[in-house]
């Protein structure tokens, strides 16, 4: 009889049990639903306010009534994405100067990555040289959520400590880590530039993750040392190199892509063909003739192509590959 | 009877934008519509009377049920559009300003944009 009572009782408060987590999840979902229909008013308010404070039509200081550190940096983050130039860049600076840069500050230091994500969120925002030392130590971070978003901040800052770690990360990473860090360069203003065009290239990843961020936007500094990379014996440099030619061409390199236009290397005699698109003479043309003749396809159509940029798809024989080149292309 | 041709037409579907750009412009004296889907604002600028009312019109390429170009492409076809139209778009590539101007967009402003100048730019393109 003991036996039987005892396993009512547990039967009973295992009724009991589930009945209150059912509870706990009704209750949580409900004020879930009330909270987030009240940020997003929150939100929508906040955004009025912003935007009457852009216009000047109100004053800044009622900002502080209606927000939240976390909403006003998202509201923020979202005007930043619709906006530009120097009177939102004013008004932002003082907001965050005022509102968000002092939490920052601590969270930089914080043990939760979601702190230190807020950090990096508000300097990336609003990076001013006296946080420099605090946002190139976010970018070490372990997560790549904080570090890519510091990243961003040093680069807006045009930080020269930051612009080389940003290289080293490139230079290290794999996928999408390194396409981001790739784009996050390229996009980097002339000083950005100039830092990595003038950085020194004496480790072979770091050379090559330089090379990778030229060759994606056309450069606003001279790029002296391309030559040197243009001629090298290292193939993977040589590519890389001609990558970057292609977008900064220069009258001098011409000789060395009608010389390359016999090299060994397949890709290279296409990058060589790419290249000579940029240069209307009677050399490159005779190069890229002997090109339409390559027993690679790639390097064939490369030519064809760069005869047509050049005006000169008179010159392609082939017919079929005249008429691809001439209707697809 | 002539035709006032003060009204701004803008179809975007970010509401705060579409909010801040009808106050810049009524602060200017103009007479703002705003569209919120590619949708009503085609059946909207489809209305020859609507049109010939507009002096200026600004879409949105990713609207959520189109793209702006293709309102655009629509009234070219389907109307005899004077009025300058003006494509105000993240996409910002080459490619995309270039798709936006053989479309017979005047003018191709890419977000995030300077307030200031596009007013400035908006205003230069209704005086013509």
Partial sequence: ?329 | MTISKNKIIIVDDDEDLLKLLATSFKAQGFDVKTFATGKEGMSYLLIEKNLKEASLIILDRMLPDMDGLDILKTLHEKTSLKVPVLILSILSSEKDVLSGLKKGAVDYVSKPFSLPIFMQKALSLIKG
């Fill in chain 1, 1 to 329: 009889v003991n036996i039987y009572h005892f396993l009512n009782l547990f039967f009973y408060f295992e009724i009991l049990v589930l009945v209150l987590v059912l509870l706990f999840i009704l209750i949580k979902r409900v004020v879930y639903f009330f909270s987030s229909r009240q940020e997003l008013y929150r939100k929508k308010k906040l955004s009025e306010v912003l935007s009457a404070c852009f216009l000047k039509k109100q004053k800044c200081e009622l900002i502080q009534k209606v927000h939240t550190k976390k909403l006003l940096l998202e509201v923020l983050e979202v005007f930043n994405h619709r906006f530009s130039g120097q009177e939102w860049d004013l008004l932002k600076q003082s907001l965050c100067e005022r509102f968000l840069l002092k939490k920052a500050r601590r969270f930089a230091k914080s043990y939760q990555w979601t702190k230190r994500n807020f950090a990096a969120r508000v300097f990336a925002l609003s990076p001013l040289k006296q946080d420099e030392n605090i946002i190139l130590e976010l970018m070490e971070d372990q997560h790549f959520l904080v570090a890519s978003i510091a990243s961003c901040a040093a680069i807006k800052l045009s930080s020269e400590k930051g612009i080389i770690k940003a290289l080293k990360k490139l230079s290290q990473a794999e996928g999408y880590e390194r396409f981001f860090y790739a784009d996050l360069l390229s996009q980097g203003s002339g000083d950005v530039f100039y830092v990595i065009s003038s950085t020194s290239l004496k480790n072979y990843k770091l050379h090559l993750a330089v090379l990778d961020v030229l060759s994606l936007e056309t450069s606003q500094v001279q790029l002296k040392f391309l030559l040197k990379d243009l001629k090298s014996h290292d193939e993977n440099i040589k590519i890389a190199a001609f990558k970057v030619a292609f977008r900064n061409p220069h009258d001098e390199w011409e000789d060395i892509f009608i010389k390359d236009m016999n090299h060994d290397n397949e890709i290279i005699r296409k990058l060589s063909a790419e290249c000579l698109s940029k240069y209307p003479s009677k050399a490159s043309f005779h190069a890229l003739s002997k090109g339409l003749l390559d027993k690679s396809v790639s390097v064939k159509l490369a030519s064809a192509k760069s005869l047509k940029v050049l005006g000169k798809s008179d010159l392609i024989k082939d017919q079929s590959l005249k008429k691809y080149v001439l209707e697809f292309e």
